[in-house]
């Protein structure tokens, strides 16, 4: 059999590129911003991470045009051995300290922080909880670590607790969840993970992508956010969402950081972080230091969107996050409908399987701090023309 035979096969890419209704890699022509040029038109911004709308602040770009000045493009190098700059330690120190951590280590992306974090923390004869709809950053660690992986029914606290009764491991438990879920913008249940974890003697690790910059106080994340900074042993982030750059960090005690700086194969065998993607993701986290309105300011206006659907009769996912996934069932009207949405400008993210049940498709809405509420409302106009009541 050719190795490449399931290149050739019928896909869902194939259908949608046949009906006109591929919904991947529109190319930008302009900032990433509330408002984009894509594919030569102009369209409302609501697919983006960029919580805070930090990509076209003024001073965090200075500070990678500056970067690239002072320590030219690349590191060439892994952390590990030449590839540390100055730079590096004081992004880590500045975020330690902003998450009340004792220590932080970045990664040169938020995927191979999952990776590198999981595999060298649990190993052989460890167990790992998983939320089923964790990130697949965190199925893909799990995978590697060759720890026992056990999967709990999505933020049901009653099914994790079932699977902690149902073993007795000579080795370590590590609890793993995303704080924010990605897909649905629902915030996990931290605080009965906490208290199951002491009970039954397992450590704690928040995947933060989607906390840090939008939930708890002055955007410090989701431990934050319910009082449990002491209790999360491990949080996972990225910069390439609320900050604005490329690249991820892990923060813990100062003793559980150093372990996995010295067998972490993610992080020993990788380039470290570009200067400039370094200094914008420390520009930003001075900004938002400086700037907690932003975050109020961005539950302002998901408020506004979420209130704005909720009249106009629009089925949506509950949450209070700056993620709010508009129901659209199946899989080729989701799609048909994403396209119509982008035709008539807005864009947004459709939500396929394996990332939803296949009866269950979404359009994943999202907001930034820097838009305005004329914009939410002539997106949500758009959207609901398209969509149609469900009252």
Do not use: W
């Given at each position: 059999?050719?190795?490449?035979?399931?290149?050739?096969?019928?896909?869902?890419?194939?259908?949608?590129?046949?009906?006109?209704?591929?919904?991947?890699?529109?190319?930008?022509?302009?900032?990433?911003?509330?408002?984009?040029?894509?594919?030569?038109?102009?369209?409302?911004?609501?697919?983006?991470?960029?919580?805070?709308?930090?990509?076209?602040?003024?001073?965090?770009?200075?500070?990678?045009?500056?970067?690239?000045?002072?320590?030219?493009?690349?590191?060439?190098?892994?952390?590990?051995?030449?590839?540390?700059?100055?730079?590096?330690?004081?992004?880590?120190?500045?975020?330690?300290?902003?998450?009340?951590?004792?220590?932080?280590?970045?990664?040169?992306?938020?995927?191979?922080?999952?990776?590198?974090?999981?595999?060298?923390?649990?190993?052989?004869?460890?167990?790992?909880?998983?939320?089923?709809?964790?990130?697949?950053?965190?199925?893909?660690?799990?995978?590697?670590?060759?720890?026992?992986?056990?999967?709990?029914?999505?933020?049901?606290?009653?099914?994790?607790?079932?699977?902690?009764?149902?073993?007795?491991p000579k080795g370590g438990v590590l609890i793993v969840t995303d704080g924010v879920f990605s897909m649905s913008g629902e915030i996990a249940n931290v605080p009965e993970i906490v208290r199951l974890a002491k009970q039954y003697g397992a450590r704690?690790?928040?995947?933060?992508?989607?906390?840090?910059?939008?939930?708890?106080?002055?955007?410090?994340?989701?431990?934050?956010?319910?009082?449990?900074?002491?209790?999360?042993?491990?949080?996972?982030?990225?910069?390439?969402?609320?900050?604005?750059?490329?690249?991820?960090?892990?923060?813990?005690?100062?003793?559980?950081?150093?372990?996995?700086?010295?067998?972490?194969?993610?992080?020993?065998?990788?380039?470290?972080?570009?200067?400039?993607?370094?200094?914008?993701?420390?520009?930003?986290?001075?900004?938002?230091?400086?700037?907690?309105?932003?975050?109020?300011?961005?539950?302002?206006?998901?408020?506004?969107?979420?209130?704005?659907?909720?009249?106009?009769?629009?089925?949506?996912?509950?949450?209070?996050?700056?993620?709010?996934?508009?129901?659209?069932?199946?899989?080729?009207?989701?799609?048909?409908?994403?396209?119509?949405?982008?035709?008539?400008?807005?864009?947004?993210?459709?939500?396929?399987?394996?990332?939803?049940?296949?009866?269950?498709?979404?359009?994943?809405?999202?907001?930034?701090?820097?838009?305005?509420?004329?914009?939410?409302?002539?997106?949500?106009?758009?959207?609901?023309?398209?969509?149609?009541?469900?009252?």
């Amino acid at each position: 059999m050719d190795i490449f035979e399931k290149c050739y096969e019928p896909s869902l890419a194939n259908q949608a590129r046949e009906q006109g209704i591929y919904p991947y890699f529109h190319a930008l022509e302009s900032r990433q911003d509330k408002v984009v040029t894509m594919e030569g038109k102009r369209r409302i911004m609501l697919g983006s991470n960029n919580y805070l709308g930090l990509t076209t602040c003024p001073e965090v770009m200075e500070a990678g045009i500056k970067a690239v000045e002072q320590y030219g493009t690349g590191c060439s190098g892994s952390r590990f051995l030449n590839g540390t700059l100055q730079m590096h330690l004081e992004l880590e120190e500045e975020l330690a300290r902003f998450l009340n951590k004792e220590a932080v280590m970045t990664f040169s992306t938020g995927f191979q922080s999952n990776l590198g974090i999981i595999s060298a923390i649990a190993r052989h004869g460890d167990y790992i909880l998983c939320d089923k709809e964790n990130h697949a950053s965190i199925y893909d660690g799990c995978r590697l670590s060759f720890a026992k992986t056990l999967y709990y029914k999505h933020n049901d606290m009653e099914d994790l607790e079932r699977l902690l009764q149902t073993f007795s491991p000579k080795g370590g438990v590590l609890i793993v969840t995303d704080g924010v879920f990605s897909m649905s913008g629902e915030i996990a249940n931290v605080p009965e993970i906490v208290r199951l974890a002491k009970q039954y003697g397992a450590r704690v690790m928040v995947d933060d992508a989607h906390g840090l910059g939008v939930l708890g106080e002055g955007g410090r994340g989701t431990a934050s956010h319910f009082g449990l900074e002491d209790e999360v042993d491990i949080y996972m982030g990225t910069f390439s969402k609320s900050l604005a750059s490329l690249g991820g960090y892990m923060a813990a005690k100062a003793d559980v950081v150093d372990f996995v700086k010295h067998c972490s194969r993610p992080f020993i065998f990788s380039a470290s972080i570009p200067p400039a993607a370094c200094a914008v993701a420390l520009a930003a986290l001075r900004h938002l230091s400086a700037h907690p309105e932003l975050v109020t300011r961005l539950h302002q206006l998901s408020d506004y969107a979420r209130n704005g659907f909720k009249k106009a009769g629009i089925r949506i996912i509950e949450a209070t996050t700056p993620i709010i996934p508009i129901y659209t069932y199946d899989m080729i009207n989701t799609l048909a409908k994403a396209k119509e949405v982008y035709d008539r400008g807005v864009y947004v993210n459709p939500v396929l399987p394996p990332a939803t049940s296949p009866d269950e498709c979404l359009l994943r809405t999202s907001y930034m701090a820097t838009l305005t509420e004329d914009l939410i409302d002539e997106a949500v106009e758009i959207i609901s023309s398209v969509i149609g009541s469900e009252k």
